[in-house]
Protein backbone atom coordinates (compact mmCIF):
# COMPACT_ATOMS: atom_id res chain seq x y z
CA UNK A 1 0.00 0.00 0.00
CA UNK A 2 1.55 3.50 -1.05
CA UNK A 3 0.49 6.69 -0.11
CA UNK A 4 0.34 7.86 -3.63
CA UNK A 5 -3.71 8.73 -4.30
CA UNK A 6 -5.21 6.59 -6.62
CA UNK A 7 -4.89 8.00 -10.70
CA UNK A 8 -8.22 7.57 -12.57
CA UNK A 9 -6.74 6.32 -16.48
CA UNK A 10 -6.13 9.39 -18.83
CA UNK A 11 -9.18 10.07 -20.91
CA UNK A 12 -8.72 11.68 -24.06
CA UNK A 13 -10.37 15.15 -24.48
CA UNK A 14 -13.58 14.91 -25.46
CA UNK A 15 -12.92 17.79 -28.56
CA UNK A 16 -10.48 17.79 -30.96
CA UNK A 17 -7.16 19.37 -29.72
CA UNK A 18 -6.66 20.97 -33.04
CA UNK A 19 -8.34 24.57 -32.74
CA UNK A 20 -11.74 24.48 -34.84
CA UNK A 21 -11.38 25.90 -38.19
CA UNK A 22 -14.28 28.09 -36.98
CA UNK A 23 -12.79 29.13 -33.76
CA UNK A 24 -13.17 32.46 -34.55
CA UNK A 25 -16.53 33.87 -34.34
CA UNK A 26 -18.27 37.06 -35.15
CA UNK A 27 -19.16 39.81 -32.60
CA UNK A 28 -21.98 38.79 -31.30
CA UNK A 29 -25.19 40.80 -30.36
CA UNK A 30 -24.88 40.22 -26.54
CA UNK A 31 -21.08 40.86 -26.52
CA UNK A 32 -22.15 44.10 -28.35
CA UNK A 33 -24.99 44.95 -26.11
CA UNK A 34 -23.31 43.98 -22.59
CA UNK A 35 -20.25 47.30 -23.77
CA UNK A 36 -23.30 49.05 -24.06
CA UNK A 37 -24.95 48.61 -21.06
CA UNK A 38 -21.57 49.49 -19.34
CA UNK A 39 -21.13 52.98 -21.47
CA UNK A 40 -24.97 53.61 -19.82
CA UNK A 41 -24.09 53.00 -16.66
CA UNK A 42 -20.80 55.01 -16.89
CA UNK A 43 -22.47 57.71 -19.06
CA UNK A 44 -25.35 58.54 -16.61
CA UNK A 45 -22.93 58.23 -13.77
CA UNK A 46 -20.92 60.94 -15.16
CA UNK A 47 -23.67 63.91 -14.60
CA UNK A 48 -24.43 62.86 -10.83
CA UNK A 49 -20.84 62.34 -10.39
CA UNK A 50 -19.97 66.09 -11.11
CA UNK A 51 -23.07 67.33 -9.10
CA UNK A 52 -20.95 65.58 -5.96
CA UNK A 53 -17.54 66.93 -7.14
CA UNK A 54 -19.08 70.19 -7.44
CA UNK A 55 -17.58 70.29 -11.29
CA UNK A 56 -19.78 71.84 -14.34
CA UNK A 57 -20.75 68.89 -16.12
CA UNK A 58 -19.00 68.71 -19.55
CA UNK A 59 -21.17 69.85 -22.84
CA UNK A 60 -20.67 67.54 -25.75
CA UNK A 61 -19.45 70.03 -28.81
CA UNK A 62 -19.91 69.86 -32.05
CA UNK A 63 -17.08 67.98 -32.75
CA UNK A 64 -17.62 64.54 -30.79
CA UNK A 65 -20.47 63.29 -32.95
CA UNK A 66 -18.40 64.64 -36.35
CA UNK A 67 -15.63 62.47 -34.99
CA UNK A 68 -17.77 59.67 -34.35
CA UNK A 69 -19.32 59.80 -38.06
CA UNK A 70 -15.71 60.37 -39.38
CA UNK A 71 -14.94 56.74 -37.69
CA UNK A 72 -18.13 55.28 -39.04
CA UNK A 73 -17.42 56.56 -42.52
CA UNK A 74 -13.63 55.14 -43.06
CA UNK A 75 -15.13 51.86 -41.40
CA UNK A 76 -17.61 51.60 -43.81
CA UNK A 77 -15.64 52.27 -46.56
CA UNK A 78 -13.36 49.53 -45.74
CA UNK A 79 -15.69 47.65 -45.37
CA UNK A 80 -17.02 47.74 -48.65
CA UNK A 81 -13.89 47.74 -49.97
CA UNK A 82 -12.87 44.67 -48.37
CA UNK A 83 -16.30 42.91 -49.41
CA UNK A 84 -15.84 44.08 -52.95
CA UNK A 85 -12.47 42.41 -52.95
CA UNK A 86 -13.34 39.09 -50.91
CA UNK A 87 -16.39 38.27 -51.74
CA UNK A 88 -16.94 40.09 -55.04
CA UNK A 89 -14.08 39.30 -57.27
CA UNK A 90 -12.78 36.46 -55.17
CA UNK A 91 -9.27 37.87 -54.22
CA UNK A 92 -7.17 36.82 -51.32
CA UNK A 93 -5.74 39.75 -48.89
CA UNK A 94 -2.50 39.05 -47.60
CA UNK A 95 -2.75 37.34 -44.04
CA UNK A 96 -1.67 40.81 -42.56
CA UNK A 97 -4.41 42.89 -44.40
CA UNK A 98 -7.13 40.62 -42.93
CA UNK A 99 -5.57 40.67 -39.10
CA UNK A 100 -5.46 44.38 -39.31
CA UNK A 101 -8.97 44.58 -40.68
CA UNK A 102 -10.71 42.20 -38.49
CA UNK A 103 -8.73 43.86 -35.22
CA UNK A 104 -10.04 47.25 -36.69
CA UNK A 105 -13.15 46.23 -37.02
CA UNK A 106 -13.90 44.55 -33.45
CA UNK A 107 -12.09 47.00 -31.40
CA UNK A 108 -13.95 49.45 -33.37
CA UNK A 109 -17.60 47.85 -32.89
CA UNK A 110 -17.13 47.59 -29.11
CA UNK A 111 -15.38 50.74 -28.52
CA UNK A 112 -18.20 52.44 -30.29
CA UNK A 113 -20.47 50.60 -28.70
CA UNK A 114 -19.43 51.66 -25.11
CA UNK A 115 -18.87 55.22 -26.48
CA UNK A 116 -23.00 54.66 -28.04
CA UNK A 117 -23.85 53.59 -24.20
CA UNK A 118 -22.41 56.37 -22.36
CA UNK A 119 -23.68 59.20 -24.57
CA UNK A 120 -27.01 57.03 -24.16
CA UNK A 121 -27.00 57.06 -20.28
CA UNK A 122 -25.83 60.98 -20.37
CA UNK A 123 -28.74 62.01 -21.85
CA UNK A 124 -30.84 59.99 -19.77
CA UNK A 125 -29.22 61.74 -16.83
CA UNK A 126 -30.27 65.30 -18.03
CA UNK A 127 -33.96 63.92 -18.51
CA UNK A 128 -35.74 66.18 -16.20
CA UNK A 129 -33.01 68.13 -15.12
CA UNK A 130 -33.80 72.01 -15.08
CA UNK A 131 -30.38 73.28 -15.46
CA UNK A 132 -29.93 75.67 -18.04
CA UNK A 133 -28.01 73.82 -20.70
CA UNK A 134 -29.93 70.32 -19.70
CA UNK A 135 -31.77 70.31 -23.24
CA UNK A 136 -28.57 70.73 -25.16
CA UNK A 137 -26.70 68.55 -23.25
CA UNK A 138 -29.75 66.24 -23.57
CA UNK A 139 -30.06 66.54 -27.92
CA UNK A 140 -26.00 66.80 -28.55
CA UNK A 141 -25.73 63.43 -26.31
CA UNK A 142 -28.14 61.50 -28.42
CA UNK A 143 -26.46 63.09 -31.90
CA UNK A 144 -23.89 61.87 -30.71
CA UNK A 145 -24.67 58.52 -29.21
CA UNK A 146 -26.97 58.02 -33.35
CA UNK A 147 -23.06 58.50 -34.99
CA UNK A 148 -21.05 56.34 -32.25
CA UNK A 149 -23.99 53.36 -33.70
CA UNK A 150 -23.29 53.97 -36.91
CA UNK A 151 -19.84 53.43 -36.13
CA UNK A 152 -20.70 50.07 -34.33
CA UNK A 153 -22.80 48.98 -37.66
CA UNK A 154 -19.61 50.11 -39.96
CA UNK A 155 -17.54 48.23 -37.59
CA UNK A 156 -19.70 44.86 -37.77
CA UNK A 157 -20.18 45.33 -41.17
CA UNK A 158 -15.81 45.39 -41.65
CA UNK A 159 -16.16 42.58 -39.57
CA UNK A 160 -17.74 40.04 -41.49
CA UNK A 161 -16.83 41.22 -44.67
CA UNK A 162 -12.90 39.69 -43.39
CA UNK A 163 -15.01 36.08 -43.60
CA UNK A 164 -14.26 33.80 -45.88
CA UNK A 165 -16.21 31.02 -47.02
CA UNK A 166 -14.53 27.92 -45.95
CA UNK A 167 -13.51 25.54 -49.13
CA UNK A 168 -12.68 22.46 -47.55
Known amino acids: MTRDP ?3 PEQEPSGPSDPSPDGLR ?14 VVVGWAVHPLCNRLDVVP ?9 ALLL ?9 WVTHRAVHVRRERLEAHQAVNRLVLARASALVAALVTGG ?8 IGDSAELADERLV ?11 AVVAGL ?4 ACRVR ?3
Open 6 to 8: VQE
Open 26 to 39: PTGLPTVLGWAVVG
Open 58 to 66: PLVSPAQPL
Open 71 to 79: LAAILGYVA
Open 119 to 126: YVGYALSW
Open 140 to 150: RSLVAAGCALA
Open 157 to 160: LLER
Open 166 to 168: DDG
